[in-house]
């Protein structure tokens, strides 16, 4: 089982308690609940932060968050896309039950989700920045929003509570500057304006580093000169994997088949070579990318200095997060979607003042978000919530968790396109500690599966499913794949896997 990794300082597990519950050895009182900052990034992969060991950028910020809470090291998407992933984040819920299983669904503002319940619990609830769900945000005293899928980066427009809604993708207030200075500067404001005597949660959600990357002026050189190191199979030939057979027509996935506008000025240097042109655009889309997250990290950096500054940090909650993994030149990628582990992974950071520091290796996920801060804040988790709270592990307690964590991506849109395989076609998974088995239902030739062991291969290169020594380990994973579809109610995945199914 996963245990606490890399511990570096645990107060008195009491004590703790005694902050998050209110509990005490003196007087009774009521119970002081913890404010809670929740600061999500889009398509931010760890690869690109300093604090999960990486050096393709410093973030002192985020490394500073990290320092004073737990870095989770195997965090994961439910499924790695954006508006998807963020109607999981509210629910608690998978996508097939949220409702929101591809970009083109809108989330239905009616059903629960944690905002609600901490609002109808006596927080302030308030949400800045990217929404992408369509319709009107529910549960928050107050919000400001970007319409459609965040927007532009310079100038941006928020649609803020009050305004009429209308269409999700439209309307809303020009705001001078650069997005995600704007976003903070939004949020900070609110901050100033609440009522100090109840309990808030504030959610931050960025714009970046999702394209197109137009940085801030500030940091339009920041990288210039740099070269980076390419990943050791930046220039992978997908043999025996899901990627082969579709190679060609992967121009949401490969570096070399970008298709942004951005990236075609670039794509104009290329000479036929594969390596040399891989190498080309892996190199000028770091740079640009990377500038993004410079940006983040300010903000960040922002937040809690106002934190520290207004005697809130000590009873503050904040959480850091992307909605999903990104692919920097791993495998030849750009991108998100897939489940190999730089798509799917996430990072996730939780500073729980007076608890625990250090690393936790446990399975978690976007999923468990819900369910942490409602426990946090003292509020009942709703038995349909299909998260576990993180509260524990978040104390530094050795604990019972979950060993299999189950993914499903629905492809992004509807309608397939030839040239964007994996927009349009779903992917199914598990992941253990140690192993992942990985079903592509509708794949090119037919449904197609693979197996790594993460522990010998990390880098997902060598496909076992047919080692006939991994047989059993095989049909043991997908046993576990067919029992976590039916306990998260996936219908349609666990008919389809049944054990009377005849299986590829």
């Known amino acids: 089982m996963n245990r606490l990794s890399a511990l570096s300082a645990v107060v008195p597990i009491g004590l703790v308690l005694g902050w998050v519950t209110g509990e005490s050895s003196s007087a009774p009182s009521a119970p002081r609940r913890p404010n809670i ?9 760890r690869q690109a932060i300093s604090a999960y060991g990486h050096d393709l950028i410093a973030t002192p910020n985020i490394d500073r968050l990290a320092r004073g809470g737990i870095r989770f090291d195997r965090a994961m998407a439910g499924n790695s896309i954006c508006s998807p992933s963020r109607a999981m984040l509210l629910s608690g819920k998978y996508n097939h039950l949220c409702g929101v299983r591809r970009l083109s669904e809108h989330f239905d503002g009616s059903q629960q989700t944690f905002p609600k319940l901490l609002q109808q619990a006596g927080y302030q609830t308030a949400i800045v920045g990217k929404w992408h769900l369509f319709t009107e945000p529910t549960g928050f005293t107050y919000y400001n929003v970007a319409p459609g899928n965040g927007g532009r980066y310079v100038d941006p427009v928020l649609k803020e509570i009050g305004q009429p809604w209308r269409d999700g993708n439209t309307g809303g207030t020009v705001h001078k500057g650069y997005m995600t200075d704007v976003v903070t500067d939004v949020a900070l404001d609110w901050l100033n304006r609440r009522d100090p005597q109840k309990p808030f949660c504030l959610m931050i959600h960025h714009k970046a580093p999702h394209s197109p990357h137009i940085p801030a002026e500030r940091h339009k050189d920041l990288f210039a ?22 190679a060609g027509q992967l121009d949401w996935s490969r570096l ?9 000025p670039v794509k104009k240097q290329f000479t036929g070579d594969k390596a040399h042109d891989t190498r080309l655009m892996f190199q000028q889309y770091l740079r640009n990318y990377l500038r993004l997250v410079a940006a983040v990290d300010e903000n960040v950096g922002r937040v809690l200095d106002y934190l ?3 005697a809130l940090a000590d009873n503050t909650v904040v959480l850091y997060t992307s ?6 030149g791993e495998h030849g990628f750009y991108n998100k979607m897939w489940m190999y582990e730089e798509g799917f992974s996430i990072p996730m950071i939780i500073r ?8 936790r290796q446990e399975l978690v996920s976007i999923l468990d978000v819900a369910p942490t801060v409602l426990d946090l ?9 299909q998260g576990c709270s993180m509260k524990r592990l978040l104390l530094g307690e050795r604990s019972n968790w979950r060993e299999a964590f189950y993914y499903h991506y629905y492809g992004v849109l509807g309608k397939p396109r030839p040239a964007n395989w994996i927009g349009y076609h779903e992917i199914v998974g598990v992941r253990t500690a140690t192993a992942k088995l990985v079903y592509y239902p509708t794949w090119k030739n037919g449904p197609f599966w693979e197996y790594f062991d993460l522990k010998r291969d990390p880098s997902e290169m060598k496909n076992l499913y047919h080692d006939p020594q991994r047989k059993e380990e095989v049909a043991a994973m997908k ?4 029992e976590l579809a039916a306990r998260y109610q996936d219908a349609e995945i666990a008919t389809r896997l049944a054990p009377t199914t005849t299986a590829p």
């Open 256 to 264: 070399i088949q970008q298709c942004e506008g951005q990236y075609q």
């Open 323 to 328: 909605d999903n993994g990104y692919f920097l």
């Open 308 to 310: 520290d500054k207004n």
């Open 37 to 45: 900052v929740y600061i999500m990034a889009d398509d931010h992969g």
């Open 225 to 246: 000169d740099r070269v980076f190191a390419e990943p050791a199979n930046l220039l992978d030939d997908y043999a025996g994997r899901a990627p082969e057979p579709v």
């Open 352 to 359: 729980l003042p007076g608890a625990a520091r250090g690393t």
């Open 377 to 385: 804040a003292g509020v009942d988790v709703p038995g349909d919530m």
């Open 479 to 482: 046993k576990t794949l067919r």
